[in-house]
């Protein structure tokens, strides 16, 4: 049986015959080697019992990998001509599992479910520019995701996966950390996308974990707070969110927080309990 992974050769091919290229305002950078799709299935751990959602499928290089695997491959595409020519893609080059695609045509950051059993599984290519903002959406309103693997640029990569106290912390590290365990999962190169990216590109994982006690929506506006000036102190950073910077350094004192502490030294349990204490 020929291999159905797409090659680069396959890959213009078929964007020639649609009459599309990629483009930058969708973040659009196609994988063209299929041993980077097979390492991405490998990596993500996919199994013949998962459902996989992917977001931003493209022609479907990582679609046909993941279809090799998995029960059910629910692919979520805003582009309407590549969500159009998809099921046509896996009819021809793995006719015996084209049953198991659902294209959904839809901008991922509107996403609030995905039709079919529940989804166990995550993996996508993530375009760049909203990489963070649908990995977190998707994990809050997927909450059957058990895992996942994402593609995306470097910086990002180490962002999300960062520990309390690194000089990548931040927003995304604390709010992925809220839904999951998050790791870095391998680094990749340029030249296995079309277009080529001027960033290298990094692999995260996330294995799902019960999320700290207290409320979510309360907690990510600590967050928000606290680094959104994260060169101050969290007494003065929290001044805002607080109501000043007295009632901030109260609540930081009955939480156990040292108010002379920046955002990047708490974990997000640190910001669950403080978003749990009352105003005095």
């Known amino acids: 049986m020929p291999d159905p992974l797409l090659t680069a050769p396959d890959v213009r091919r078929l964007a020639d015959a649609l009459g599309t290229r990629p483009t930058k305002q969708l973040g659009q950078n196609f994988v063209i080697d299929p041993n980077t799709v097979r390492r991405l299935v490998r990596t993500a751990g996919v199994g013949v019992d998962d459902v996989v959602v992917e977001v931003g499928p493209g022609l479907g290089s990582l679609t046909l990998g993941l279809l090799d695997v998995a029960a059910r491959v629910v692919a979520v595409e805003v582009d309407p001509v590549l969500a159009g020519q998809l099921p046509a893609t896996v009819a021809e080059r793995l006719p015996a599992r084209a049953d198991r695609l659902e294209v959904v045509l839809q901008d991922a950051l509107h996403l609030t479910g995905v039709p079919g059993p529940p989804p166990t599984a995550f993996v996508a290519n993530l375009p760049y520019n909203v990489a963070v903002p649908v990995l977190l959406r998707l994990l809050e309103h997927l909450p059957s995701l058990r895992t996942g693997l994402v593609m995306v640029q470097a910086e990002v990569a180490d962002r999300l996966a960062a520990p309390p106290g690194s000089r990548t912390y931040g927003v995304p590290s604390v709010k992925a950390a809220w839904y999951a365990d998050v790791r870095r ?71 156990g927080v040292d108010p002379g502490l920046r955002g990047e030294q708490l974990g997000v349990e640190d910001f669950a309990r403080l978003a749990a204490t009352p105003a005095t």
Do not use: I, M, N, Y
Not at 213 to 233: E, H, I, L, N, S
């Open 185 to 255: 999962a391998g680094a990749v190169g340029r030249t296995v996308f079309w277009p080529a990216p001027h960033v290298d590109s990094g692999l995260v994982a996330f294995t799902r974990r019960e999320p700290p006690a207290g409320d979510r929506a309360a907690t990510f506006a600590v967050v928000d707070a606290a680094f959104a000036q994260r060169r101050k102190t969290l007494r003065a950073a929290l001044a805002g969110w607080a109501g000043s910077p007295a009632a901030a350094e109260a609540r930081l004192r009955a939480a």
